[in-house]
């Protein structure tokens, strides 16, 4: 059997092949991917038997994936959703490993495929286990700490996010920002993506924050915030068309 790791972590990505080797030694490596826009590629000139897939990825969530090309292996999904989610997520029959990744629970999400005579390919509705774990469980405020306090920002506040020199800022529409102890990969998934997008590597946005949309060198758009972003936000060429469909709702 020829699986693919989906995984934008090395150290997730190791500890699966690890364990990979360990339960299935006969089982083969066709590679590591770490975004939706390899996975796409790949799939299309290649065929695997099974797929382990982080959910989140650099470039988006790995559901884009399905969008763009049929997938017909099946999968074991990994996500740091937490178990509320994860409930609701077994219903479609789907395995998951919940990370930091056990062992046991990769053994018995492996032996469940053999189990569903994997071989003739399951055809799983991926589109509602994107709704499930994407659509329920998004924050409404994040807590900040000023000096010796702590306040809570709601999500309504909130401009954008931005990354300075590896520290993540909140920024908001009155023109306030504070550190925040999250990576900008882990703000994209738990934000409503109806109101927030990357987009850049170093922005996410609020829609509300957007004041001007310009075309800029190299088919790329330049977006001026209000209140301004401390630094120029240009959206590359290959997202300007993800980042327009979400502009128009």
């Excluded at 699986?3 to 590679?31: N, S, T």
């Excluded at 062992?103 to 055809?123: D, F, I, M, R, S």
């Excluded at 994407?134 to 700490?145: A, E, I, S, T, W």
């Excluded at 023109?175 to 738990?190: D, Q, W």
Aim: glycine share 4%; charged share 25%.
């Amino acid at each position: 059997m020829k699986y693919l790791i989906v995984e934008d972590e090395r150290f997730a990505y190791l500890e699966i092949k690890r364990m990979m080797v360990r339960l299935c030694p006969e089982y083969v490596l066709a590679g590591r991917i770490e975004s939706v826009k390899e996975t796409v590629s790949f799939l299309k000139n290649n065929s695997v038997d099974l797929i382990l897939s982080d959910i989140h990825l650099a470039d988006g969530d790995c559901f884009e994936i399905f969008e763009q090309v049929h997938v017909s292996a099946p999968i074991i999904f990994t996500t740091a959703y937490d178990e509320h989610a994860i409930r609701a997520f077994k219903l479609n029959s789907i395995d998951y490993l919940l990370k930091p990744i056990e062992e046991e629970h990769l053994a018995a999400a492996l032996k469940k495929l053999q189990q569903q005579n994997t071989g003739k390919g399951v055809a799983f509705d991926y589109k509602k286990i994107e709704d499930v774990l994407l659509g329920n469980h998004k924050k409404n405020r994040f807590l900040v700490q000023i000096g010796d306090t702590y306040e809570h920002i709601h999500i309504n506040e909130i401009a954008f996010f931005y990354s300075e020199e590896k520290v993540v800022f909140l920024h908001t529409l009155s023109n306030r920002r504070y550190v925040v102890g999250y990576t900008l990969a882990e703000i994209e998934t738990l934000l409503d993506q109806k109101l927030f997008f990357r987009v850049s590597r170093n922005c996410v946005a609020n829609i509300t924050s957007i004041k001007k949309i310009s075309k800029y060198f190299n088919s790329r758009l330049k977006l001026i915030f209000e209140p301004n972003c401390p630094h120029e936000i240009l959206v590359s060429r290959e997202r300007v068309s993800d980042f327009l469909k979400w502009v128009d709702g």
